[in-house]
């Protein structure tokens, strides 16, 4: 599966932001999806995710209650829509997808997508 990622841009602290990551090839609905980020000098990290069936999701401590997770299998989209966003929120963000469980750990995803770029401005 080959993803492309897209919505990043540059958002004032508080503001708001909706990331796409569109999936080529067959069978998207069968693939965990996931976010990370990187934020300059830090490690990649987890963000969120959504099981392939969409029942389960799971978010970062940091971003739990402002970004939420979503897919919409019949568009062969994943999204990330970010809400109250803060300064400590900008990075390259990344989505990513796997067979089987939601894994934080960014060294379980097989395929992944070109960062996109989120600045949150003070």
């Known amino acids: 599966v080959q993803l492309q990622a897209s919505g990043g841009g540059l958002v004032q602290a508080g503001g708001s932001l909706r990331l796409s990551c569109a999936a080529s090839?067959?069978?998207?609905?069968?693939?965990?999806m996931a976010w990370f980020r990187r934020a300059p000098g830090k490690d990649r990290e987890s963000v969120a995710g959504?099981?392939?069936?969409?029942?389960?999701?799971y978010y970062a401590e940091s971003v739990k209650g402002r970004f939420t997770i979503s897919r919409d299998d019949a568009k062969n989209t994943v999204y990330l829509q970010m809400n109250s966003l803060k300064v400590e929120d900008t990075a390259d963000y990344y989505c990513?997808?796997?067979?089987?469980?939601?894994?934080?750990?960014?060294?379980?995803?097989?395929?992944w997508g070109q960062g996109t770029l989120v600045t949150v401005s003070s």
């Open positions: 990513a997808a796997r067979k089987a469980m939601i894994r934080t750990d960014p060294e379980f995803y097989n395929y």
């Open positions: 090839g067959r069978s998207f609905s069968t693939y965990v």
């Open positions: 959504i099981s392939a069936t969409g029942g389960v999701t």
